[in-house]
């Protein structure tokens, strides 16, 4: 589904950050990427979904057999791709569920479905605000508009289930959150795996990894993956910290 | 020549480069240029106007004569020549396109944007009215509905011939002719407009006006309309459209006179779309306008809802006097300038009467080179015994080249007034936008989300059918301001 290959990024002010990144991710499976602070990770998220200001000096990446990154931003999105934001962001007056269905209907659009009507789109919120203990009220506020932090979070993964993304990059979604949120959030996750799927979730800690169980653990250090493995190499990151893995520039 | 003048000849020229313009030929019988008393003579005696109107007229020239332009406005304005200008130009029959294959296909991309229903495209195109669209005998349907209930509803022309003592009763009630530089010009030379009269109790079953705007549409760039309620009654009134207006005089000064006696409503909505200029700020249309309504009785309340996206200068504050104990105005107000566009609006709130009430929210949106100021005025008389206020101002920034400036005067002369004022100023972030697409929103329909957001309250107030085209409009006005 996404093969990055030999990719090498610069952020605004020029500095190289991606030295190298090669990831394969197949439809069905679950990669957790960990790494140390200024590895690279929020970066690569950035390039995948499409952020302005980064400059990609070398390297591919294909999702789908297609060149992502000659797709902008909301072509990706529409054709599956969503990120789960670390920070989300607050657009004052417009309404959470008016924005969330614009969104849906641009995805449906894309996929030939018609636009749901609203009273079809309630009751599909309905069933995914239950999943993650949202309640009704936050959908009438303004997108993301005087949420907490877990709020906002939970509000990510409540969008993704929603738009249900064929690949879906989550960047740091577990931090920030307290063990009762963090389950919910996870239970999210868990509820959007299945065969046709990938996830991608970007994280410092391995707790979210006890509640969502990764196919595959790979470690971000210097702008390159230094180590591959299966979830137990999360729980040996845990004990021994990212120090032997170094600045691996 | 002055630069205004010179603009003012060479608007014709310019309009090739106007995306909704065209060029039509009316066989007109025109004033010359120039303006005295023998050309306010020469309107009123075109006109056939009573002898009294002609007085009230020659009054207010002389009283503009000895005026002079106001210059406290934060605007930027060449020197207007008001000798080298046209004041009387009766179009005696329309010579336009003659179907919607001979318009510019430009125009019709643009009413489609705006959701402008079909019979409607031809008439505001300039389409010879009568070959594609029925709209008079549409009107007179209307018409035949609002005279059983007693309502008065048609042009001021008209309105002088049919009704001179209404007329003669109200006018200049409220706008006197010497109120303003601009006011007195209108007083002298108006050319036409329209005239509402609801009898008491009667509660006005449609909104005035959206059956009738095209016709409305060709009241020229001195018009002058006067809308009074009487006690009990209630009227909606829409002004202009969201379509994009033509128009062949680069100077307008409107005037618009509201009176509501005692429980009366009136609602006033406008949109406001006139040609703004090109992209390098050459054109436009310079508006300059008094709009002032008169709750004169107990319980009166005087709305005004404005959409100002149009017109490279805008000069536009709708009032409301409150005399009436327990009277209400209200004003929301979204203005936006793109490019090279000013527009200096707000209000006036002036509390007479007790527990009188105010409510402002003000809404504007610069982007490109615009220069968006909020200039209000709340003021509290001594017999205003426990008056209110409550004033909203946001300002919304898209990219670093424009501005946006909040002016509010406060003058609260009775201890027990209640006065608040709210403001915020706010940029159309990159990650803002980065969000919406991230969810698959494209640019244009991120950046319409994100400002209709920002006008939501004041694009509420706004009739149903009004406030839909009115929601496109900000994005067609908007296209291309971000990168």
Known sequence: ?249 | MTDATAAIGQLGALREGYKYGFVTDIDSDTAPPGLNEDTVRFISAKKGEPEWLLAWRLDAFRHWQKMEKPNWAKLRIAPIDYQAATYYSAPKKQSGPKSLDEVDPELLKTYEKLGIPLGERAALAGVAVDAVFDSVSVATTFKATLAELGIIFGSFGEAVREHPELVRKYLGSVVPQGDNFFAALNSAVFSDGSFAYIPPGVRCPMELSTYFRINAANTGQFERTLIVAEKGSYVSYLEGCTAPQRDENQLHAAVVELVALEDAEIKYSTVQNWYPGDAEGKGGIYNFVTKRGACRGARAKISWTQVETGSAITWKYPSCILEGDDSVGEFYSVAITNNWQQADTGTKMLHLGKNTRSTIISKGISAGKGQNTYRGLVRVQPKAENARNYTQCDSLLIGDKCGAHTVPYIEARNPTARIEHEATTSKISDDQMFYCQSRGLSKEDALSLIVNGFCKEVLKELPMEFAVEAQKLLAVSLEGSVG
Do not use: W
Not at chain 1, 109 to 117: C, T
Not at chain 1, 203 to 209: D, F, I, P, S
């Open chain 1, 1 to 249: 589904m996404l093969d990055i290959e030999n990719l090498y990024a610069c952020i605004p002010d020029g500095r190289e950050i991606l030295k190298g990144v090669t990831l394969s991710v197949k439809a069905g499976e679950v990669h957790a990427l960990m790494g140390p602070n200024g590895s690279g990770k929020s970066t690569l998220a950035g390039i995948l979904s499409g952020k302005p200001g980064y400059q990609v000096t070398a390297g591919t990446v294909n999702y789908e057999g297609r060149d992502l990154l000659a797709m902008p931003a909301d072509e990706r999105a529409r054709e599956g791709v969503f990120l789960a934001f670390q920070y989300p962001v607050e657009i004052p007056g417009v309404n959470n569920t008016y924005f969330l269905r614009a969104a849906l209907n641009a995805r449906r659009k894309q996929q030939g479905k018609p636009d749901l009507d609203a009273g079809q789109f309630l009751k599909l919120v309905r069933s995914k605000l239950k999943l993650l203990e949202i309640g009704e009220d936050l959908l009438q506020r303004g997108v993301n508009v005087g949420f907490s932090g877990g709020e906002k979070k939970r509000n990510e993964v409540f969008q993704m289930a929603i738009l249900e993304p064929r690949l879906a990059i989550l960047d740091e979604t577990d931090s920030g959150l307290d063990i009762d949120a963090l389950q919910t959030v996870a239970k999210g996750i868990n509820a959007l795996r299945d065969r046709s799927r990938a996830v991608v979730m970007i994280t410092h800690y391995q707790r979210l990894l006890n509640f969502v169980v990764p196919d595959r653990v790979h470690v971000l250090s210097g702008g390159r993956i230094v180590k591959s493995g299966d979830k137990s190499l999360a729980l040996e990151l845990e004990k021994s910290g990212y120090a032997a893995y170094g600045d691996a520039a």
